[in-house]
């Protein structure tokens, strides 16, 4: 059967990891810290996917912007410490072995930093999954399609043979903006509601459901 797709773009918290409670929490105790107005939950688990700098600008438009350098400082003095602790969903690592074996090319496009990804990169000892990773102090944050284009520059694969999979409308909106298809995963940062409102061509609350997908329809 003719294949549809050939490269697979994946986000990384919230999509490979179960860490987007974690970083709503660092985030909140991080205004705490600095005496900002402290987000809601949702309005914390909104800005993940975004580069740090255009989180907290995001949650906090009067902050100076060493209110900003402060808040930044103060959420990874929380995250970091415990980011060590964070687990893959499950299904993750034997998904992506199920993907390679079917010779699908695979990347990352992450709101993470480069030193963030490849420690957590490191830890997982997923790192031999993926051709290339993109990271948001390398482009400009999601749902700018630069990331996704850098990716595609380097893979040297159409848009029209891609797919961006990830758990925020800041991925789906990537992915249009960028040209290719997407997939969302429900169980992120961003409930099935809000992703549904962007074009995707299916959405999974489990991450074993969106590799049978692929593996029977990509």
Do not use: C
């Not at 949702?42 to 800005?47: D, L």
């Not at 100076?64 to 400082?73: S, W």
């Not at 043979?161 to 040209?179: E, F, I, K, P, S």
Request: aromatic share 8%; glycine share 6%.
């Amino acid at each position: 059967m003719a294949r549809n797709l050939d490269l697979i773009v994946f986000d990384w918290d919230g999509t490979l990891m179960d860490s987007t409670g974690m970083i709503a929490r660092s985030i909140q105790r991080a205004f705490a810290d600095v005496g900002l107005t402290v987000p809601s939950e949702q309005e914390a688990r909104y800005v993940i996917g975004y580069g740090l700098t255009e989180a907290m600008a995001h949650l906090a438009p009067e902050a100076t912007e060493l209110q900003i350098r402060q808040v930044i400082e103060a959420y990874r003095a929380h995250f970091l410490p415990n980011d060590q602790e964070l687990k893959l969903y499950d299904g993750v690592e034997a998904g992506l072995a199920r993907l390679r074996d079917a010779d699908f090319r695979m990347a990352v496009a992450t709101g993470k930093s480069r030193a963030g990804l490849d420690r957590v990169l490191k830890a997982t000892r997923l790192g031999h999954y993926f051709e290339v990773t993109r990271t948001a102090d390398e482009a400009f944050s999601k749902p700018h399609p630069a990331m996704l284009e850098y990716i595609l520059e380097y893979t040297a694969v159409s848009p029209e043979r891609t797919v961006m999979v990830g758990d925020t409308t800041h991925d789906l909106q990537m992915a249009v903006n960028a040209g290719t298809a997407s997939l969302g995963l429900t169980y992120g940062a961003h409930h099935a509601d809000e992703l549904q409102t962007l074009p995707a061509l299916a959405f999974f609350d489990q991450f074993d459901a969106l590799v049978e997908w692929v593996l029977a329809h990509g």
